[in-house]
């Protein structure tokens, strides 16, 4: 729900009273992966979504999706996806 903003497992562990480590193993044991790697995906799913649904522009997507940097979104989207978003988005409109 709060993907947008500044969400982090620390600001998790103090609006829900749990020790942060304690979560981190929690939350990695239940889901698979890190937190923070969640969120990622989840951030990327959603503008991977806008850049085949919109005509915004690849930034756009990356900020309405909740990177305040367009580097950090740049890599981390290559990282998953071993291509630019500007290359994926070709690709979905071929």
């Not at 709060?2 to 969400?7: A, G, K, L, N, Q």
């Not at 919109?54 to 071993?82: K, M, Q």
């Amino acid at each position: 729900e709060h993907y947008t903003e500044d969400c982090s497992l620390a600001e998790l562990a103090r609006n829900t009273g749990y020790d942060y480590a304690y979560l981190s193993r929690v939350f990695k044991r239940i889901v698979g992966i890190s937190f923070n790697s969640y969120v990622n995906q989840y951030r990327l799913s959603r503008a991977c979504y806008l850049m085949e649904n919109t005509t915004e522009p690849v930034i756009r997507c990356a900020f309405d999706s909740g990177y305040g940097s367009l580097r950090s979104f740049n890599r981390n989207f290559r990282e998953l996806f071993g291509c630019t978003p500007a290359q994926y988005r070709k690709t979905k409109q071929e």
